[in-house]
């Protein structure tokens, strides 16, 4: 059973330029987050997709947009990229029904964005 | 709003000592609390977690946390640690009840967790 899956697995761009990852949520899992970790730094909440709608967003501009496919899997979309989005992205995906607390997030291994 | 506050950046032991990690959270609404481990090059695998019920929690790998409602602490403690527990460490919140249940963590900053030979 695989569990969730991101790609690419390291990513380089220049500032100005667009960057679009991708996530694969574990099967059976329909709740796709995203958290972007800069380095030395604990994980912070971009946004979650649940029935292919944006349903909770952190404190990100709108330069970060989203989507959620029909078979659950995701895309994180950074426009107009800054030196300062140079993180490791994560996705983690859940079971819905139940609540975070008997359906826990489970976490892929991220994409390492570079801006230069 | 919720925070999390991790109050060792770095904790180095040796091996087959005992270690706790400290973590202590603000939060207006009641919350659930987790403990994740970080390797090298890797996402987060969940090692406990605090629903309700008992406040001692144990997890895997010989981990355990204990909820500590008026301290508003979860620290994290493994009796005897080993090599391959050198990892980062980072406790999470979210809350538990009505329209804001959807899982959105907050992390703390993380503690890294140096096991010595």
């Known amino acids: 059973d695989a569990g969730v899956t991101q790609s690419p697995t390291h990513l380089i761009k220049t500032r100005g330029q667009q960057v679009t990852l991708r996530c694969s949520p574990k099967s059976g899992h329909d709740t796709v987050s995203w958290y972007q970790q800069a380095l030395g730094q604990g994980p912070q909440f971009i946004f979650q997709y649940y029935e292919e709608e944006e349903r909770q967003r952190g404190n990100f501009p709108d330069r970060f947009s989203g989507h959620q496919f029909p078979n659950y899997s995701s895309e994180l979309n950074v426009n107009a990229l800054l030196l300062g989005d140079s993180a490791l992205y994560l996705c983690a995906s859940q079971r819905s029904g139940g609540g975070i607390g008997n359906q826990p997030q489970h976490f892929g291994d991220g994409t390492r964005l570079s801006i230069l | 709003a919720q925070s999390v506050t991790q109050l060792d950046s770095q904790v180095p032991v040796f091996e087959e000592a005992p270690v706790e990690l400290r973590c202590n959270y603000s939060?207006?609404?009641?919350?659930?609390l987790f403990w994740y481990v970080q390797y090298p090059n890797q996402g987060l695998q969940l090692l406990l977690k605090?629903?309700?019920?008992?406040?001692l929690v144990k997890g895997i790998n010989g981990f355990e946390a204990e909820f500590n409602k008026s301290q508003t602490s979860f620290h994290l403690r493994k009796p005897s640690v080993h090599i391959s527990d050198t990892a980062e460490y980072f406790c999470?919140?979210?809350?538990?009840?009505?329209?804001?249940?959807?899982?959105?963590?907050?992390f703390g900053q993380g503690t890294t967790l140096q096991v010595k030979p």
């Open positions: 939060s207006s609404v009641s919350v659930y």
């Open positions: 605090y629903l309700s019920g008992s406040t």
């Open positions: 999470a919140v979210t809350p538990s009840r009505g329209s804001s249940n959807t899982g959105k963590l907050i």
